[in-house]
């Protein structure tokens, strides 16, 4: 699929994701769905309503911009590597191979070369999230979301590499723990959690002494549930005791599980997820790693309706790396109006309430 610009889109193109189009009267969201065809008076509509593109399956003929981090090819692959490497420990009593690791390898260079191409591209994690199995897109948004963090740190390549790796695996320990236990939805009781908590280390012992697994990556697997202010856990480290992977880890980690559908909840809004995640700066996370964070994050996508504290609509025009929970809005009503919310400073009293 491509993001088309939308003066280059066409009637009769088929859209590759969902669009929202705003209705004035009865003041209602219809939504387009992946898969519908474009006629000309959507198209209309969606000029009108200043979406700057759209995302169309691919015709060779078209305009490509690049405007996903991982295309589609690379997440299967992926999947498939870590559905792969996850299964060969269950057989192999939870030592990891050097040849189970060399597909990972792969796939971590693959993420890092992507990032790096896309430099200025601020993650939409929604665009990661296609497939069910939890544990395995969970890991491969937390790569793409940490190697971004890093890239924003300032990281050279080969750190990028071995925290892109280390993302991918961090979880792994779980493979030592009951499915049952992992996916249960009901509270879990004080023996249940020690079990859950014990999922770092496991994963340390799994990557031990394997020649691919450098320091850091086994102590970014065993620490990306400390926290900053010593509450986490296995050892209760705080601050910059705290290994850089784990501290990455831990911001990532927790934007994609609190975003993702789970069986016994729905899914956070992005927006709402960054206001939890600025709230535990320097108690849960470290200050440096969520202002990296909220560099490379897209709270607010291009084409999302949001309502503003001055009750109007707008829907999201164009992001600002430098804030992006202030972007560029094109204001819902008849007339061609846009609020910058980063750069007018007549605007800087208004502030997005909600996400549509
Ligand atoms: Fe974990």
Do not use: Q, W
């Not at 060969?88 to 009593?93: I, Q, V, Y």
């Not at 390549?157 to 925290?163: G, I, R, S, V």
């Amino acid at each position: 699929m491509n993001f088309i610009l939308i003066n280059e889109v066409r009637e009769g193109m088929i859209l590759a994701k969902d669009v929202k189009i705003y209705d004035y009267t009865p003041n209602k969201i219809d939504l387009l769905k992946e898969g519908s065809k474009l006629t000309s008076s959507n198209i209309e509509r969606l000029k009108e309503l200043g979406s700057v593109g759209l995302y169309i399956y691919n015709k060779d003929e078209f305009n490509k911009t690049p405007a996903r981090i991982l295309d589609d090819e690379l997440k299967i692959e992926a999947i498939t590597e870590l559905e792969k490497l996850f299964s060969d420990l269950d057989k192999n009593e939870g030592k990891l191979e050097s040849s189970a690791l060399r597909g990972i390898n792969e796939i971590s260079t693959k993420i890092v070369d992507s990032i790096l191409v896309n430099k200025e591209y601020m993650v939409n994690i929604l665009d990661l999230k296609m497939y069910d199995e939890y544990t395995y897109h969970h890991s491969l948004s937390v790569s793409v979301l940490s190697t971004a963090i890093g890239l924003s740190l300032g990281l050279n390549d080969k750190a990028l590499f071995d925290l892109s790796l280390c993302a991918l695996l961090h979880d792994i320990g779980k493979t030592k723990i009951a499915r049952d236990l992992i996916t249960k939805p009901d509270k879990l009781t004080e023996e249940e959690y020690k079990i859950i908590k014990s999922h770092p280390l496991r994963g340390g012992k799994c990557v031990a002494k394997n020649e691919l697994i450098n320091e850091r990556i086994y102590n970014g697997i065993i620490s990306h549930h400390e926290k900053y202010d010593g509450t986490g856990y296995p050892f209760g480290a705080k601050g910059k005791e705290i290994p850089l992977f784990g501290r990455i880890i831990a911001v990532a980690d927790v934007y994609d599980a609190l975003t993702s559908k789970r069986p016994y909840r729905e899914p956070n809004k992005a927006s709402e997820t960054i206001e939890y995640i600025m709230a535990a700066n320097g108690s849960f996370f470290d200050p440096a790693v969520v202002n990296a964070f909220l560099k490379k994050i897209a709270p607010y996508p291009i084409n999302d309706y949001v309502r503003l504290s001055n009750g109007k609509i707008g829907i999201v025009t164009r992001l600002f790396p430098e804030n992006p929970l202030r972007p560029e809005l094109k204001i819902i009503d008849k007339k061609d109006i846009y609020y910058n919310l980063y750069e007018d400073p007549n605007l800087y009293n208004i502030v997005i309430v909600e996400s549509l």
